[in-house]
């Protein structure tokens, strides 16, 4: 069943719903964030939320994800992360097309990239994430060898979780959506393949170099089911148009920025080599962590309000379903914003 949340609706109004007007927020080691420009939340369903991190618990459980860490899973809320950031629908099992993916994008980042104890080595990680890639873009492999890949996808629990995404998302979408979202995510692993050579390096890269990575390790693969979430069809030539595209990776690039900045401290805190925007601020313009927090921060906002020009004039001359497409964007990066502002994943040192 389709929700339309009620009061004012299009591009640019979202931030005078539910949420309330964002102020700085403490994020640990005396860091502190300013406000952000970014839309508010479009809905609130904390109901909602909990059904479907129950959901997602289940099927990390299912799948083998995270290990003896499943209540520290539940306290991170993803399933509150798609409740806030798809608000065009209340349907569970559709809600859990980008909650499945979401998730076990994230859990490949954990186990392969960040979390030792999860079974992270930087030496491996260059296979892993080929590997991946085969499992989720189906590699089609000669007989006898087509075994070695389904036997790994059977052994490593974030290939099964990843197989079992893109396959609950196929029974959704239509052909060209599905490969529109495993394309968006095999980008996604090559940006995570050069930040592990900075990794192995222990080398931080120049801020030029770390927002090309942040182009491709974003959240492109969450923007790109908004409609099969909404229950319709962005046309392949419409999403594939340069402009359509330069609207979206700068919304991508954005909310990824919005990640940087909440999980610093969590980051800084960690036992592995992490990347953020501010680190490399701070390293490359030899400033304090703080004024590199604002300057990305800054960034940000630069970045919102050129999605938020673009957006607008592509609604003018677009087609209904590109119209409803960007909205969805940014309906989903006020979601994700208001997520990263009150999950325990960064509140908590403790979390996973």
């Known amino acids: 069943m389709s929700r339309s949340p009620s009061g004012p609706t299009g591009l640019g109004t979202s931030a005078a719903r539910l949420s309330p007007p964002h102020q700085a927020r403490p994020v640990g080691e005396g860091i502190v964030v300013p406000p952000l420009h970014c839309p508010g939340a479009l ?24 290990p003896g860490k499943l209540d520290a899973l539940r306290s991170d809320g993803f399933g509150r992360l798609v409740m806030l950031c798809h608000p065009e629908t209340d349907d569970l099992d559709r809600l859990l097309v980008p909650a499945r993916c979401t998730l076990a994008a994230w ?6 990239c960040d979390e030792p104890e999860l079974g992270a080595r930087p030496e491996l990680l260059g296979s892993r994430l080929a590997i991946a890639a085969a499992a989720v873009n189906r590699a089609r492999m000669p007989p006898p060898y087509a075994a070695g890949l389904e036997d790994a996808v059977r052994e490593d629990p974030v ?14 979408a239509t052909p060209d959506q599905t490969v529109r979202a495993c394309h968006a995510f095999a980008l996604e692993l090559l940006g995570l393949g050069q930040e592990g050579s900075w990794r192995t390096a222990r080398r931080t890269p120049a801020v030029w170099e770390y927002l090309t990575h942040r ?4 959240f492109l693969p969450c923007l790109a089911v908004i409609d099969v979430v909404g ?16 609207a979206v990776t700068t919304a991508a690039l954005a909310s990824s920025l919005v990640n940087d900045i909440y999980s610093l401290a969590r980051e800084n805190s960690s036992t592995t080599v992490d990347f953020n925007l501010p680190q490399a601020i701070a390293a490359e313009q030899a400033c304090p962590l703080q004024e590199a927090v604002e300057r990305s921060a800054a960034l940000h906002d630069e970045l919102m309000r050129r999605f938020e020009a673009e957006a607008s004039a592509l609604s003018l001359s677009g087609p209904p379903e590109l119209r409803r497409y960007l909205a969805g964007i940014s309906a989903w990066c006020g979601g994700n914003h208001a997520w990263h502002r009150t999950s325990a994943r960064y509140a908590a040192r403790t979390s996973l």
């Open 215 to 218: 182009q491709y390790n974003s």
């Open 43 to 66: 809905r609130d369903d904390p109901a909602l939320g909990e059904a479907l991190n129950e959901h997602l618990v289940d099927w990390a459980g299912q799948m083998g994800l995270y």
């Open 231 to 246: 229950g319709y069809r962005l046309a392949p030539q419409v999403h594939a148009d340069p402009r359509v595209r330069a």
């Open 107 to 112: 859990a490949l980042d954990d186990h392969y």
């Open 159 to 172: 290939l099964r979780a990843l197989r079992s995404a893109i396959e609950y998302l196929a029974l959704a």
